[in-house]
């Protein structure tokens, strides 16, 4: 089945510095890719997703590039804020049309005010 | 409902109890999951239902842990003879039904469970 490797935390930054926290898969196909994250005492919630090779997802900011030869899907931000620390994921779809999802161990980020 | 309920969101036990977690899932998602959260594992995936049949039990970590689904809706999440190992987050999420891989999941806030 698929899988999804993501870089360990915690990730310490200032505000509005620019954010990169990686991820990688091994697939079959081209499956959608999905960026979750968790804010402090609340549920995690889909933040973007991409569903083909070299779409763009985007959303509050946050940027993710599909990259088929790369196999990856870091996610970018150019200036962060005190708001943004939350606990991200990566997460993508077990196997090829499988509706469960699998995600990576997650990525704390702390933003410094 | 407008989102996806958890009860208990706290539950502490004794070792050796059973407990049962309840998810009520937004209204008309007819897929549902169960996942635990660990510190520092990530989401371990448990079960899925489609409707009311789980088509994938493969994540139970033991016949201790068992779910169901009633009515397309409301699922329970039982543990049995509970461990200081079963302590975590358990997270429900539900999603419309499609087999795209492209479902976004709705989660709950979670049921945080501490086994003494």
Redo the contacts between chains.
Sequence with gaps: GNSVTQMEGPVTLSEEAFLTINCTYTATGYPSLFWYVQYPGEGLQLLLKATKADDKGSNKGFEATYRKETTSFHLEKGSVQVSDSAVYFCALPRGNRDDKIIFGKGTRLHILP | GAG?SQSPSNKVTEKGKDVELRCDPISGHT?L?W?RQSL????E?LI?F?GNSAP?KSGLPSDRFSAERTGGSVSTLTIQRTQQEDSAVY?C?S?LA?????????????SRLTVL
């Design positions: 996806v897929a999951y996942y520092g594992q990530g989401l995936f899925y489609q994938d997270l999420a999603s499609g087999r795209s891989g492209a479902n976004v999941l709705t989660f709950g806030a979670g």
